[in-house]
Each structure stands twice: as structure tokens, then as C-alpha cells.
T-cell receptor, first 113, second 113 residues
Framework: DAKTTQPTSMDCAEGRAANLPCNHS???????VYWYRQIHSQGPQYIIH???NNETNEMASLIITEDRKSSTLILPHATLRDTAVYYC??????????????FGTGTLLAVQP | KAGVTQTPRYLIKTRGQQVTLSCSPI?????VSWYQQTPGQGLQFLFE???????NKGNFPGRFSGRQFSNSRSEMNVSTLELGDSALYLC????????????FGEGSRLTVL
């Protein structure tokens, strides 16, 4: 599975957009980019995933560069409740064979009041 | 609808004992995965079950085992506990195997003394 590189920590002001980068320069053509987050003392929460095109849902937007070597998760209006560790995961299309995820160390996003 | 339920939430065991953790997936979900989270190793995949069959297994010793029942509920067992088994054990369910979109429970925190 392709490896990802994320900053260890980031700060963001409440109400501003939080932009979390992820580098995945060795990503292969059939590998998706997934984002999860883990709020303290809770289980991880799925946020969004994409292959090539930018994706948006009610939680966030995912911007994937044209060469697919990096991506950015955008939380449009960060709140204190968005303080969490954010994991960027590159995952092959296993063709339905498994749900296995390989988590890295993630980025601790601290939203400041 | 109810989320993933894990029991017990907290437990303390001593070295050499065994422990069984339980996971009830979201209704209708047939895939259940287990993860171990420690400060040193982060989130690590243990195993995945789908329709009572183990689909995938992580790099853990044979002391770690699991099973899934016909109602999709799952249990994991750790025998001959070691101090290093102290961790948060997370269960995740998914409608199908292969989606990568997992719903995690809040975990069972095991302390081995």
C-alpha cells in the first residue's frame, strides 16, 4: 500500500477553513485516497474518499492534484468540535476482498477559539 | 439507527489471563473488522470477518483470534495476556467487504497489569 506523509500538527482559528495536506507521491492508478478523523477517546470516523476527481460532502471537500501525488482535505468552517487527529489513507481497490485500512500517524488539528 | 456497540468499554486483566471482547455491528452490516490502537504503534489492523469467514488477518501472534456469528456479531479473544497487549481495541463494521468506508465503535480499553 502506498505511504502517506502528513504534518504532525496544525492549528486553525475557529470559523476559518482548515486545509489539511497529504502527500502520497507513490500512489498507484487503482488506489483511492481516504480521510478519517479520530476525536479524543472515540473511534475513527469516516470523512470522505476519492480517486481522481475532487469530492465534496456535508463534512468536507477533498482536492486531489492532477498528478494524484498529493491531496488536501478542507473543512470549510472549522469548529472546536473538529479538533481531532486526521488520517489520510491510500487504499487499493481490493475488488471487494477486504475492508482493511492502514493508518499512519495522522495530523493533529487543533481548532483555536 | 444504533451504531457499533462494543463491550466491555473498560477492563483490567493480569498477565497470563485471557480476555474476550464483543462487537455488535450496525444492523445490516455484514463485515466486521478489529483494530488495536496503542500510543507506540498507532492503529493496527487485526482481522476482518465477513459472513462468518475471516477475510484478512494482520500481523499479530496467534494469541489473537476472532470469530463472527450468523447475526454478524463478532468477538475477539486474546489469550495469555502480556503487558504489551494493553490497548484500545476498536471494532468497525461495514455493509459490504471492500468499501473502505467503516463505522467504528468507541472501543474497549484493555489494561494488563
Amino acid at each position: 500500500d502506498a505511504k502517506t506523509t502528513q504534518p504532525t500538527s496544525m492549528d486553525c482559528a475557529e470559523g476559518r477553513a482548515a486545509n489539511l495536506p497529504c502527500n502520497h507521491s507513490t500512489i498507484s492508478g487503482n488506489e483511492y485516497v481516504y480521510w478519517y478523523r479520530q476525536i479524543h477517546s472515540q473511534g475513527p470516523q469516516y470523512i470522505i474518499h476519492g480517486l481522481k476527481n475532487n469530492e465534496t460532502n456535508e463534512m468536507a471537500s477533498l482536492i486531489i492534484t492532477e498528478d494524484r501525488k498529493s491531496s488536501t482535505l478542507i473543512l470549510p468552517h472549522a469548529t472546536l468540535r473538529d479538533t481531532a487527529v486526521y488520517y489520510c489513507i491510500v487504499r487499493p481497490d481490493y475488488g471487494g476482498a477486504t475492508n482493511k485500512l492502514i493508518f499512519g500517524t495522522g495530523t493533529l488539528l487543533a481548532v483555536q477559539p | 439507527k444504533a451504531g457499533v456497540t462494543q463491550t466491555p468499554r473498560y477492563l483490567i486483566k493480569t498477565r497470563g489471563q485471557q480476555v474476550t471482547l464483543s462487537c455488535s455491528p450496525i444492523s445490516g452490516h455484514r463485515s466486521v473488522s478489529w483494530y488495536q490502537q496503542t500510543p507506540g504503534q498507532g492503529l493496527q489492523f487485526l482481522f476482518e470477518y465477513f459472513s462468518e469467514t475471516q477475510r484478512n488477518k494482520g500481523n499479530f501472534p496467534g494469541r489473537f483470534s476472532g470469530r463472527q456469528f450468523s447475526n454478524s456479531r463478532s468477538e475477539m479473544n486474546v489469550s495469555t495476556l502480556e503487558l504489551g497487549d494493553s490497548a484500545l481495541y476498536l471494532c468497525a463494521s461495514s455493509l459490504l467487504s471492500g468499501s473502505g468506508e467503516l463505522f467504528f465503535g468507541e472501543g474497549s480499553r484493555l489494561t494488563v497489569l
